[in-house]
């Protein structure tokens, strides 16, 4: 073949791969997410570079100006009226998936999480349908709607096609958050992750098997918390844990390792280093970042 | 101005809110297999291209014209991809790989050929996309890639001879012939 066909037919074979690639009808949806959260760090930005430029500038103009004491009386003190907001609080991990804590806000929809006895049924409801076994689920409800989130596993044993001879184990988990709004059901998210062809011991399993349910910037927009591990390791070797924040279709998710504890229990460990963030925290919503730290310490050891 | 609306613009009037709106309303999807063709990853390839938006959104005053705005959008998402796949190789290295599905050939061996594109290593894998699908010139794929014209000539011509080689098949590199036989009879200057 001359090298002409030949880029001809490149040319015809990527285009037919390309051609393969479908887009999500929510894609712009999800792209003007991405907007309002960009907006929103560059003001939580902007304020913390005027926080510094304050606490920087204001001593030294004093230094400058000789020393303050003998300047200008002060202006007379204004108090903002004193607000009666509650302090956002992080519950324990394991709570549940019936609690939900608010944030400080009190004009936005409160989100109403309720425990969900059968995923199965709870998602056929809805006229949808879930790739795995449902293991547990709850339903909220928010600004956006009503939300049902299951957790769902699939796991197939076949031959491995690593180990000739030996069974090999696939596992994948799911995480599927669904919204209903006017009549119609959408998938917001949908989580996927596992192991392959594992012929030593798969560790892949969700931590717990009901997300729980927070809101805690307090902007009517629940927020799903939810960790599994994912591995294939024949030892006490350190795994991959993973602890994700679903809000209204956008996902945020630490990424790190486990410690294995040989019997001394977490209290020898102090507070743990937990995972990486992604995005990275000042991309959270607002008081996410200690709830899903809190919860790192609760599943990172590995007994 | 674009006169044909494009998807709802988050900020209203904002000219770069509609500008952009009117880049997803015609550029996307082909960004989408542009991304799919360099990640082989469906999900992953629309997350970049979505990035690559809001990058270009955030940028957009430093662009020198709107006209610009394309050419940033799909350097940036080339760049995403790039960075993306490298981030994966890492995370790949402590994970066990679920081997390539065994399928039947293509008979049309199209997709057989696709397939050997995207398991070649990033840089080929790009120069070869932005190449023969993107159709962009040596000059347009270096600078798009940030390498020299060199660079991309002999990346090119090295994943055309690694997907000659993985395909079986004699290319018949009519260009390079007269070297090799200069090569062979050792008249090569030096």
Known sequence: ?303 | VHDDAGPPAGGGDDARDREVAWLFRHRYGELVRLAYLLTSDNALAEELVQEAFVATWRSWDKLRATEAAYGYLRATLVNLARMSLRRRMLELRHRIVRPEPVTEPDPSGELDLARAVAALPMGKRACIVLRYFADLSEEETARLLGVSVGTVKSSTHRALRDLERRLGQGLDDRAAAPRRQREEAGDEPT
Not at chain 1, 164 to 180: C, K, M, N, P, Q
Not at chain 1, 203 to 216: G, L, M, Y
Not at chain 1, 262 to 280: C, I, Q, S, T, W
Request: charged share 20%.
């Open chain 1, 1 to 303: 073949m001359s090298r002409p066909e030949f880029e001809s037919r490149l040319r015809r074979s990527l285009a037919a791969r390309a051609s393969t690639a479908t887009t999500s009808p929510d894609a712009w949806a999800a792209i003007e997410r991405r907007k309002r959260r960009q907006r929103r760090g560059g003001l939580l930005l902007a304020l913390a570079a005027l926080a510094v430029a304050v606490v920087v500038a204001v001593p030294l103009i004093m230094v400058l100006g000789g020393g303050g004491e003998d300047q200008m009386p002060p202006a007379p003190a204004t108090r903002a009226p004193a607000t009666t907001t509650p302090p956002a609080t992080t519950p324990a991990p394991g709570a549940g998936g019936a609690t939900a804590t608010s944030g400080p806000s009190s004009t936005t929809v409160a989100v109403r999480p309720s425990s969900v006895a059968d995923p199965g049924a709870a998602v056929r409801a809805i006229g949808q349908q879930v790739a795995g076994d449902p293991v547990g689920a709850v339903s909220f409800t928010d600004a956006g709607g009503d939300n049902l989130v299951v957790l769902s596993s699939k796991t197939e044993q076949r031959p491995s096609q690593l180990a000739i001879g030996s069974e090999g184990t696939w596992v994948t988990l799911y995480a599927d958050h669904f919204v209903t709004s006017g009549g119609r059901t959408r998938l917001a998210r949908k989580v996927q992750d596992g192991v392959q062809d594992c012929t030593t011991d798969n560790q892949v399993d969700f931590k717990s098997r009901t997300p729980e349910i927070f809101d805690q910037d307090g902007d009517g927009v629940g927020e799903v918390l939810f960790g599994y591990t994912v591995a294939c390791v024949g030892d006490i070797s350190p795994i991959d844990l993973k602890i994700l924040v679903l809000e209204g279709g956008d996902k945020y998710i630490m990424r790190g390792e486990t410690y294995t504890s040989p019997g001394l229990g977490k209290e020898a460990y102090g507070r743990l280093p937990v995972g990486k963030p992604d995005p990275a925290w000042a991309s959270w919503p607002k008081g996410t970042r200690a709830l899903a730290e809190r919860h790192w310490d609760q599943w990172a050891i590995r007994e």
